[in-house]
């Protein structure tokens, strides 16, 4: 039984968010106070010249919402159904690596709040807490997984995530080599951290951080580690020397696709498609679904944002539930590309500054912020289900 201070703390905590932060937007500032500039960097940055981390807000902007009125709108029914499973919302939580390092527990934390509000969530392959134990506190969650071009690997890890009885696995195919994350490198981070006299001052100078996530991981759990690149654990966070090796995602193809679909029962999704050619060819390998990403700008700058290949990926595989993160941050967002025929989107960032500010506090006052935005745009726009959101409701650019 909770103490009776400790709900008071939860009360607390509930009527700050609810006073200071009105939109996902507002976490990130918090968190950029919170978290080590080398652990902000890694949450905030993209690469090179951050023209596609900028393009893909643009890209919902150019979007027009085209309200009815006069409709009734007294109920609004957010639900959908995907893979078998009836969701409260048609927005989730994407993949976020290291989200344990920037939140005690944040695997944990981040699936949970989103399996208690009946929301998707997907565990990133580059996280530091066991998918076993994410999947024990949150059933259904989703596992992500970066492969390599090695079926011996790719069998073991495919066994491991059966037995912890993941229901959708997600594959990441815009990863065969590193991005070229400069801000990573300006602001002294990598993978794994190297220990150093600058980052020994992030740490003393974030107190809060310090003490609340990693002093209080390395006495209840030790220093963490990648525990689900592959079937056995993998490098330490912290680490003078041991290099983490990225090169054999460059061997991984279609046909080490095609072996998995026949390996693997369950769920099959890819995530990173773009163009309306490999939309076919996962199709044609026997995938469930798609995501349209371009890794939220964090892999090739200057790649197309997702909203503008959404439509020609729709097009192309009629019969998928195609999918979409990169960029999303309010509830016209979700309807912008509800409209041009998503079945539902992913959302990255604003959940790990969620995580960092208030744990599982954080992201569920983030889910519900999504709810109440999703639900007052459908009435504002004249829909009453998410369902009958379709092209009618935007209005594209014109083409020059």
Known sequence: MRSASSCADRGREAAWLKRHVLSLKDFEPLARKRLPKPLYAYVSGAVEDNLSLGQNRRSFEEIALRPRVLVGVSSRDLSFSLFGHRYTAPFGLAPMGISALFAYRGDVVMAQAACQASVPAIMSGSSLIRLEEVMAAAPGTWFQAYLPGDMHHIEGLLARVEAARVETLVITVDTPVAGNRENNVRAGFSTPLRPNAALAWQGISHPRWLLGTFARTLLRHGVPHFENAYARRGAPIVSRSVERDFSDRAHFTWDHLATIRRRWRGQLVVKGILTAEDARLAQQHGVDGIIVSNHGG????????????????????????????????????????????????????????????????????????????????????GVTRVADVGAHCIQRPAVN
């Open 298 to 381: 964090r892999q090739l700058d200057g790649a197309i944002a997702p909203m503008h290949a959404l439509p020609e990926v729709v097009e192309a595989v009629p019969q998928l539930p195609v999918m979409l993160d990169s960029g999303v941050r309010r509830g016209t967002d979700v309807i912008k590309a509800l409209a041009l025929g998503a079945r539902c989107v992913f959302i990255g960032r604003p959940f790990a500054y969620a995580a960092a500010v208030a744990s599982s506090h954080g992201v569920t006052h983030g889910i519900g912020l999504m709810q109440a935005e999703l639900s007052r745009d459908l009435a504002l726009l």
